[in-house]
């Protein structure tokens, strides 16, 4: 060989040599980098503006819990949201939750998600900074295999990395309807849950299952039961109530109830019972005349414990007396508002005197979604609204979310997914007289949470936009086939003070949850998305 053939051969070999000891030294370097920009395919520009997860604001986190330790949740862990719905009157009212943007505008809102998938996330209960508790796998395909659940997790509020997932059942094997299911937190830290005809207790720090229970269903099979709705009365009793599929159905999840109830297939009557909460013995049990698909709420009336039923054909009072341990319906509070065509009330929200329904719960072809006032103590003092005028021809009128008050400022606000509007409806407390003063476009089944002062009330809405312009809604729902964001409103006049990106659907029946720092958390159905508005900057001063 050749002194240049050599060369060559020594050179090339040294050049090997440096590109090994490029990539072992910069390896570490590259490697992020290209990692990196394969995590940024599909991020959203709010989810590129935030880069990473999202503390909130640390410095509100004690003064935020403090707020929530004074105020009275009995039966529940005194937290921001230790309640499926604020508390056991779910009012959606979480006045220790902080708006963090400007009221004014202009504001950026920064997203990122769960670090773990949550299949079918529904509810995010806080219980102390830092901790998040969240229901999930309970909205299985209509047919076929079914992913396991429901579970209850355990994450961190800011990466939402799981710290445990207990599963409670598997639909597969077991044969039940997998339904919705809710979550609420006990004063003691443990975690409640219920589905089809089961309640368990879970240890809050390790997710270990302390109790197990089984419910009767009354006069429904356990089949087609689902023991959604759990809330706690001020003395500490569970109060439970099912919701039931109709007879010969044998489609999963809850939209099973509107997707056999459109054939006429017939819903059997609904269960109630009162459950103690350390030991899980049923203390009490009680058929309802009729199916009550909506959950319930719970309050003081008279000096009893009163619970209020949304029911298919209106709306039913029951007292539960902790001394007797019994069940008992008032007789003498019956509420039938139902017009010709309309469905099902959805859940009671309390406005002072006042219980306020909405009604088309399960859907109407042909007529409108109202809005009834119905006096506690005289259920003849009724009145009613409706806020989106008549249905036109060829729409289709669901309202499925509660009616969201707010005493403090006399206002109801509803939301009918199907004609795609929210309003907001101002009512008189004295006479129960109420008046439509705004109305937005807005597509939504979700619950309008509240929060801020009296004077800056904020509304947490979601807004959903079909990937198909010109699908029938009803087929975009049940397809899944829209994105969906959250819109932060000025609860006064509907106006949009800060919007999100458009995202995945939330979660059908879930809830926008506010959370510690100014956050708040979007369940989807492969976890969640946690947000949170900042002011923008200024633009600069024109010269």
Not at 60 to 68: G, M
């Amino acid at each position: 060989m050749t002194k240049s053939g050599i060369f060559k051969l020594v050179g090339l070999a040294v050049l090997v040599l440096l590109a090994v000891a490029a990539y072992r030294l910069l390896g570490t370097v590259v490697e992020p980098k290209i990692e990196h920009r394969i995590g940024e395919i599909g991020l959203t520009p709010n989810e590129t503006a935030a880069n990473g997860p999202l503390p909130g604001d640390v410095s509100l986190y004690a003064k935020e819990l403090a707020c929530a330790q004074n105020l009275q949740t009995p039966g529940y862990f005194p937290s921001i949201n230790g309640a499926e719905l604020a508390d056991a009157q779910r009012s959606g009212m979480f006045s220790c939750a902080t708006f963090s943007g400007s009221f004014d505008g202009p504001n950026r809102v920064f997203a990122w998600r769960s670090a773990v998938e949550y299949d079918t996330t529904s509810y995010i209960n806080n219980r102390r900074p830092g901790e998040l508790f969240i229901s999930g796998g309970q909205a299985p395909p209509p047919k076929g295999t079914m992913p396991a659940g429901p579970f209850i997790a355990k994450a961190d509020a800011t990466t939402g990395r799981e710290i445990w997932r207990t599963y409670l059942d598997n639909g597969n094997v077991s044969g039940a309807w997998i339904a919705n299911t809710n979550l609420n937190i006990l004063p003691n830290g443990r975690v409640v849950t219920a589905w089809q005809n089961k309640v368990a207790l879970l240890d809050g720090d390790t997710g270990l299952v302390v109790k197990q229970a089984t419910l009767p269903t009354g006069p429904t099979p356990a089949i087609d039961a689902s023991y959604k709705h759990l809330t706690i009365a001020p003395d500490g009793t569970l109060i439970l109530k099912d919701q039931t599929r109709p007879s010969g159905c044998k489609l999963q999840g809850t939209m099973a109830i509107i997707q056999c109830n459109e054939p006429g297939m017939k819903q059997g009557n609904s269960n109630l019972v009162a459950v103690h909460p350390d030991t899980l013995d049923v203390l009490d049990s009680i058929a309802l005349p009729e199916p009550a698909t909506v959950p319930h709420v719970i309050t003081m009336f008279e000096g009893r414990i009163a619970i209020y039923l949304g029911v298919n054909s209106g709306a039913l009072r029951y007292f539960w007396d902790p001394q007797a341990k019994k069940l008992s319906q008032d007789t003498s509070w019956v509420v039938k508002p139902m017009k010709e065509g309309q469905t099902t009330s959805d859940a009671p929200s309390i406005l002072g005197d006042w219980i306020v329904l909405q009604t088309n719960g399960i859907g109407s072809e042909t007529v409108a979604s109202s809005i009834v006032a119905v006096n506690q103590k005289d259920s003849k003092r009724m009145q009613v609204i409706f806020p989106f005028g008549e249905l036109k021809k060829g729409e289709w009128s669901w309202a499925p979310p509660k009616p969201q008050t707010d005493p403090e400022n006399s206002m109801i606000y509803s939301a009918d997914m199907g004609v795609g509007k929210v309003a907001g409806i101002k009512i008189d407390q004295a006479t129960g007289e109420m008046k439509t003063v705004w109305v937005v476009d807005d597509t939504t089944n979700a619950f309008q949470p509240l929060i801020g002062p009296k004077d800056k009330r904020v509304m947490l809405l979601s807004n959903a936009r079909k990937n198909v312009e010109k699908e029938p809604i009803k087929l975009a729902l049940f397809t899944g086939n829209y994105k969906e964001q959250v819109t932060w409103r000025d609860a006064a006049t509907g106006r949009i003070i800060a919007q999100s990106d458009f995202f995945e659907p939330l979660s059908i029946g879930a809830l926008i949850t506010p959370g510690f720092g100014g956050r708040v958390y979007f369940p989807t159905g492969k976890g969640f998305i946690t947000l949170q508005v900042m002011p923008a900057a200024a633009p600069p001063a024109s010269k």
